[in-house]
């Protein structure tokens, strides 16, 4: 491989997600929270408890999931500041990612990698997971490095991974589901398509997933909050991920099932990918058939079906399932002999007929993207929207204070402008759940607009707050239920936010 492609390639990337970030604002506001924790982590260290979500789980079993990320985005806070840092940060790691996916396409020998790649680079939903703020793709590459070293057994390798991924991210669950279900393909292709016995190649094909079973162990063991991390996992795996109480809070549409629409914008392209792919392995197949391609390949859309599966429940995972899935289909397209498929094409449809196919899919690809760059900055947090009410606080609060924010995704602006105070949900509400199911329930209650006479009583009494900071954009509902109520004295207001005193 010539060495400056996958430098182009990320040149390239870089350029494409600057253009779709949203500068000046971050897209989802977990962007405030990563740069607050780099600077924390700058002056001070890693973290080993988070008094600012008392309430949650998180007051008596806080883990940093994402400590190798907060680590990574040091130098750029460092040198940028926190939140403008944290942004560069998020396009320079996207990049990277994408030329780490050219370079594992080149690996697989997948015919025209830069095509490839760019068809990842154009699915909006992805473009929207590489210009969130967050720890994502660090994560990616830690993932594809996993599903690498199985592929071409590297235990060593899969163990350094284990660990590295242990310590970014815990989306090591999935790396593990997909490995498990690499094999599954791996030995069911060489079972019914080849006929091939997989006894004695089954040791050497399993051994770089213990191997990353190992390493993330390790990870989790020398991890600085490992005596929490057990329980924080818990929480964040099962009850968040697995059993999501829909019911009693009010989840980050990441976590909702995808709609018709989306789930169409989703997969029209890799659906369309596959399908040529598909059409010409039946017409124009390469002979003589490379059986460990095909097998590759075969396994690699196995794999995929898992993340998939999952992504019809919670749109969370579809950052892993469709680079999967487009990875999958470029390691099949290596069974086509796409110059016969070409002069085959010709025959079977005009030139003319073509050509109109073409220009219909790039105006398709073109209208979803620029939808994709409106709805990403129309999102956008911009930077300092609390600022003057950030202000007052911290001129009026006490240190150790609590703030009764009026929803539980404007933590991460309090926790980055004033971590003097304590508030009462953030980073995600079933830590809130977990941890009190009667404050929870009152707290998204009085977010409803629901229980205007019991809002002192879930403020001050259960909460014990002294102030409550709303949200004016996009609380309306709750800053009524705060208005009816004599009790909490207007101290501070303008167009974004306003603060009330507690009596």
Same mark, same amino acid.
């Given at each position: 491989?010539?060495?400056?492609?996958?430098?182009?390639?990320?040149?390239?990337?870089?350029?494409?997600?600057?253009?779709?970030?949203?500068?000046?604002?971050?897209?989802?506001?977990?962007?405030?929270?990563?740069?607050?924790?780099?600077?924390?982590?700058?002056?001070?260290?890693?973290?080993?408890?988070?008094?600012?979500?008392?309430?949650?789980?998180?007051?008596?079993?806080?883990?940093?999931?994402?400590?190798?990320?907060?680590?990574?985005?040091?130098?750029?806070?460092?040198?940028?500041?926190?939140?403008?840092?944290?942004?560069?940060?998020?396009?320079?790691?996207?990049?990277?990612?994408?030329?780490?996916?050219?370079?594992?396409?080149?690996?697989?020998?997948?015919?025209?990698?830069?095509?490839?790649?760019?068809?990842?680079?154009?699915?909006?939903?992805?473009?929207?997971?590489?210009?969130?703020?967050?720890?994502?793709?660090?994560?990616?590459?830690?993932?594809?490095?996993?599903?690498?070293?199985?592929?071409?057994?590297?235990?060593?390798?899969?163990?350094?991974?284990?660990?590295?991924?242990?310590?970014?991210?815990?989306?090591?669950?999935?790396?593990?589901?997909?490995?498990?279900?690499?094999?599954?393909?791996?030995? #069911?292709?060489?079972?019914?398509?080849? !006929?091939? /016995?997989?006894? %004695?190649?089954?040791?050497?094909?399993? =051994? $770089?997933?213990? @191997?990353?079973?190992?390493?993330?162990?390790?990870?989790?063991?020398?991890?600085?909050?490992?005596?929490?991390?057990?329980?924080?996992?818990?929480?964040?795996?099962?009850?968040?991920?697995?059993?999501?109480?829909?019911?009693?809070?009010?989840?980050?549409?990441?976590?909702?099932?995808?709609?018709?629409?989306?789930?169409?914008?989703?997969?029209?392209?890799?659906?369309?990918?596959?399908?040529?792919?598909?059409?010409?392995?039946?017409?124009?197949?390469?002979?003589?058939?490379?059986?460990?391609?095909?097998?590759?390949?075969?396994?690699?859309?196995?794999?995929?079906?898992?993340?998939?599966?999952?992504?019809?429940?919670?749109?969370?995972?579809?950052?892993?399932?469709?680079?999967?899935?487009?990875?999958?289909? #470029?390691?099949?397209?290596?069974?086509? !002999?796409? /110059?016969?498929? %070409?002069?085959?094409?010709?025959?079977? =449809? $005009?030139?003319? @007929?073509?050509s109109l196919l073409v220009t219909v899919l790039a105006v398709y690809v073109g209208y979803g993207d620029i939808q994709a760059w409106k709805a990403i900055n129309q999102s956008a947090h911009p930077f300092g929207r609390f600022s003057l009410a950030l202000a007052w606080l911290h001129d009026n609060a006490k240190p150790g204070e609590r703030v009764f924010e009026s929803q539980w995704d404007i933590f991460p602006e309090l926790f980055y402008g004033d971590d003097r105070l304590k508030y009462v949900s953030g980073l995600?509400?079933?830590?809130?759940?977990?941890?009190?199911?009667?404050?929870?329930?009152?707290?998204?209650?009085?977010?409803?607009?629901?229980?205007?006479?019991?809002?002192?009583?879930?403020?001050?009494?259960?909460?014990?707050?002294?102030?409550?900071?709303?949200?004016?954009?996009?609380?309306?509902?709750?800053?009524?239920?705060?208005? %009816?109520?004599?009790?909490?004295?207007?101290?501070?207001?303008? @167009?974004?936010?306003?603060?009330?005193?507690?009596?």
């Amino acid at each position: 491989m010539k060495s400056w492609r996958p430098l182009l390639v990320f040149l390239a990337a870089l350029v494409w997600l600057s253009i779709f970030q949203s500068w000046g604002g971050f897209s989802d506001p977990d962007g405030f929270y990563h740069a607050k924790m780099a600077l924390l982590i700058a002056h001070q260290g890693p973290l080993h408890a988070f008094p600012w979500l008392d309430l949650t789980t998180l007051g008596s079993a806080f883990a940093d999931q994402h400590l190798l990320y907060h680590f990574a985005l040091v130098p750029f806070v460092l040198l940028w500041g926190g939140e403008w840092g944290t942004q560069i940060a998020a396009v320079f790691f996207s990049a990277a990612f994408v030329a780490a996916f050219y370079v594992l396409l080149r690996k697989l020998r997948a015919p025209m990698p830069a095509f490839w790649t760019a068809l990842l680079l154009v699915l909006p939903h992805v473009i929207f997971r590489l210009t969130w703020a967050k720890a994502t793709p660090l994560a990616l590459i830690c993932f594809f490095a996993g599903m690498a070293c199985l592929i071409w057994r590297k235990p060593w390798m899969a163990f350094g991974v284990g660990v590295v991924y242990a310590l970014t991210h815990g989306g090591w669950v999935l790396l593990l589901g997909c490995q498990v279900l690499y094999l599954v393909g791996t030995w #069911a292709t060489k079972t019914y398509a080849f !006929d091939q /016995p997989v006894s %004695a190649d089954a040791r050497k094909d399993a =051994l $770089p997933v213990l @191997a990353t079973v190992l390493g993330i162990g390790v990870g989790l063991l020398i991890h600085p909050n490992a005596h929490e991390l057990f329980s924080f996992l818990w929480t964040q795996i099962v009850q968040v991920a697995v059993a999501t109480p829909y019911a009693h809070v009010q989840m980050g549409n990441e976590w909702y099932p995808p709609d018709a629409d989306a789930l169409v914008s989703m997969l029209v392209l890799p659906f369309i990918a596959l399908t040529v792919v598909g059409f010409g392995m039946l017409v124009s197949r390469r002979e003589p058939l490379e059986r460990g391609q095909a097998t590759v390949g075969a396994a690699l859309l196995v794999a995929a079906a898992g993340p998939f599966a999952l992504m019809l429940k919670s749109m969370r995972v579809l950052e892993y399932a469709l680079p999967m899935l487009v990875l999958a289909i #470029a390691s099949l397209a290596r069974l086509v !002999d796409w /110059p016969l498929f %070409a002069r085959r094409m010709r025959e079977l =449809l $005009p030139l003319a @007929a073509t050509s109109l196919l073409v220009t219909v899919l790039a105006v398709y690809v073109g209208y979803g993207d620029i939808q994709a760059w409106k709805a990403i900055n129309q999102s956008a947090h911009p930077f300092g929207r609390f600022s003057l009410a950030l202000a007052w606080l911290h001129d009026n609060a006490k240190p150790g204070e609590r703030v009764f924010e009026s929803q539980w995704d404007i933590f991460p602006e309090l926790f980055y402008g004033d971590d003097r105070l304590k508030y009462v949900s953030g980073l995600d509400p079933t830590f809130l759940y977990a941890a009190n199911p009667a404050l929870s329930d009152g707290y998204f209650a009085l977010g409803r607009g629901e229980a205007t006479s019991t809002a002192y009583h879930v403020v001050h009494d259960i909460a014990g707050a002294s102030y409550v900071f709303v949200d004016r954009e996009e609380s309306q509902a709750f800053l009524r239920n705060i208005q %009816a109520d004599s009790r909490f004295e207007e101290v501070f207001s303008n @167009a974004t936010a306003s603060i009330y005193l507690v009596h």
